[in-house]
């Protein structure tokens, strides 16, 4: 839960509210004089990504996390589809340095420079860094998979080398793992989702490990040079089930695997291996572990995650940073998203003393953001009614789900996060009010009455877009319509959200305090 400065410009016993600012006077089809007034909205949130150097929109999912000294890369592909189909052309990065402020660093890989690869499908990577004796120097190695040219068109695992965290990434030529070296194959696509893990055993020797599947989950050691596969057998060839070794699966594996394991005070690695990973369809996450990762079998833990409200898909990204572990996964909770227009969030990741991992829940505060209370003049709160998000895809996109007055008694069900007016975000009087746990989904006008609705086309932002004025009824604060000027969100009969003209005043004034 996340708390939130409000205002408003009324002091009640129960909470301390502050006006921002007058904008101005004009009258309402009622002749009465409304005064529009600025609240606070939430600076920061999910998700994090979704820009581009200018500010623009920008979408992009499957993350990718690498911590390099006080800095986080986040890596993404960059969608730019326009249907229900990937269209994925280049790798794009953001980074940061307190996990608040993100700033895009461009793209810092394009399919078309990859020999072997299809020119849009940039699909899940991960980046890591590691000492090069050749090379006498740090390089960044950037794993990722396409569909392969050379590989009777199946998907292949690549490999791309910088000297830079951020770009001037070059493939090596060659697909690092080919679609078609991996036997006893269940789709062209098997081979996809890299991640690596990297340390050193307690004999002093290190190892690299590249781990990737959908469907089927595979495994082997990498050279020191991180580009080649390693002869575990030493016969001199690299043979499907010997060095690189088919995993069972764990219970509903999909795909996006990633490895992680903890680590104590002083940095050293302890416990089992985690391996995340995307269960079922809709995609959940979930966890599996073991004590051996390249023989040891993997036994599943729990969910951790339901599928998120917007997008078909999910992909994890686990990293330690500055003392704590973050955990990053997408959605398409951005006007017009979905599982084809992505974007990414990030939640803090606890365990229990044991080592299980604890629940975690998509919300659109993130680690920074702030949460709001809406009640009527009773104290009684809006919400949305409960629902858990389906598994069916035809389910989707959530549109129209009913909103009122103590429609839930679950506590994330009654909060809210409010962002700058999607109509106009220079103006402080606008303002757009997005559900806290069911991020994506919007307070929207729909002709007279008010839903929870996805702006899934991008064509809603006058719909979900209210003007913030001094409450009707003389304090606290009610919203007009900014699609039907003159409308106001109003409790109706039944508990429910309407728009009406204003004139029951008190049903029309609302009172925002912080969310927990």
Same mark, same amino acid.
């Given at each position: 839960m996340r708390k939130k400065y409000l205002y408003e410009f009324m002091v009640f016993a129960s909470a301390s509210i502050v006006l921002?600012?007058? &904008?101005?006077?004009?009258?309402?089809?009622?002749?009465?004089?409304?005064?529009?007034?600025?609240?606070?909205?939430?600076?920061?949130?999910?998700?994090?990504?979704?820009? &581009?150097?200018?500010?623009?929109?920008?979408y992009g999912g499957d993350p990718a996390a690498l911590v390099d000294g006080d800095t986080v890369y986040l890596y993404t592909g960059h969608d730019i589809s326009t249907g229900d189909s990937y269209v994925i052309p280049e790798w794009q990065c953001y980074s940061t340095k307190d996990m608040k402020t993100w700033n895009y660093e461009g793209d810092i890989l394009s399919c078309k420079d990859v020999s072997w690869a299809d020119t849009n499908s940039a699909w899940a990577a991960q980046a890591v860094k590691h000492y090069s004796k050749t090379e006498g120097k740090d390089l960044y190695y950037f794993y990722f998979c396409s569909w392969d040219s050379t590989s009777e068109g199946k998907q292949s695992i690549g490999v791309a080398v910088s000297d830079s965290p951020t770009g001037g990434f070059a493939d090596i030529g060659e697909p690092l793992i080919k679609g078609t070296v991996t036997e006893n194959e269940s789709s062209t696509w098997n081979d996809i989702d890299p991640t690596v893990w990297v340390e050193t055993d307690e004999q002093g020797e290190e190892h690299r490990y590249l781990c990737w599947g959908n469907g089927k989950l595979y495994i082997c050691e990498l050279n020191e040079n991180m580009i080649s596969?390693?002869?575990?057998?030493?016969?001199? %060839?690299?043979?499907?089930?010997?060095?690189?070794?088919?995993?069972?699966?764990?219970?509903?594996?999909?795909?996006?695997?990633?490895?992680?394991?903890?680590? &104590?005070?002083?940095g050293n690695y302890y416990g089992d291996y985690y391996l995340f990973y995307a269960y079922g369809w809709r995609e959940q996450m979930a966890y599996a572990t073991t004590d051996d990762l390249l023989y040891g079998e993997w036994n599943f833990q729990t969910i951790l995650m339901e599928p998120t409200a917007t997008s078909n898909t999910n992909h994890m990204s686990v990293i330690d940073f500055m003392g704590k572990t973050y955990f990053f996964y997408h959605n398409g909770s951005l006007d017009g998203g979905s599982g084809y227009r992505r974007v990414v969030c990030v939640e803090e990741l606890t365990f229990q003393e044991d080592g299980t991992v604890n629940a975690i829940s998509e919300n659109a505060a993130g680690l920074n953001g702030e949460t709001v209370l809406i009640s009527n003049k009773e104290g009684e709160l809006l919400s949305h009614k409960a629902f858990q998000n389906s598994s069916s895809d035809s389910s989707y996109p959530y549109m129209n789900k009913e909103l009122g007055i103590s429609l839930s008694e679950e506590e994330e069900d009654c909060m809210w996060v409010l962002k700058p007016g999607k109509a106009d975000s220079s103006k402080g009087s606008y303002v757009s009010i997005e559900s806290y746990n069911k991020p994506g989904l919007y307070v929207t006008a729909v002709n007279k009455l008010v839903k929870l609705s996805q702006n899934y086309?991008?064509?809603f932002e006058k719909q979900q877009t209210f003007i913030t004025v001094e409450g009707l009824a003389g304090e606290g604060?009610?919203?007009?319509?900014?699609?039907?000027?003159g409308?106001?969100?109003?409790?109706? %009969?039944?508990?429910?959200?309407?728009?009406?003209?204003?004139?029951?005043? &008190?049903?029309?004034?609302?009172?925002?305090?912080e969310g927990n």
């Open positions: 921002v600012g007058c &904008d101005k006077h004009v009258e309402n089809d009622g002749n009465q004089t409304k005064k529009e007034i600025t609240v606070e909205k939430s600076e920061y949130g999910n998700p994090i990504t979704g820009f &581009d150097e200018s500010g623009n929109r920008i596969v390693k002869d575990l057998d030493g016969d001199g %060839k690299i043979t499907f089930g010997t060095d690189i070794i088919e995993k069972t699966v764990p219970d509903q594996f999909t795909e996006a695997p990633w490895l992680y394991r903890r680590q &104590d005070a002083d086309n991008g064509n604060v009610s919203f007009e319509s900014l699609s039907q000027p409308m106001y969100i109003t409790v109706a %009969k039944g508990n429910i959200l309407k728009l009406t003209d204003g004139s029951d005043a &008190d049903s029309c004034t609302f009172y925002l305090t």
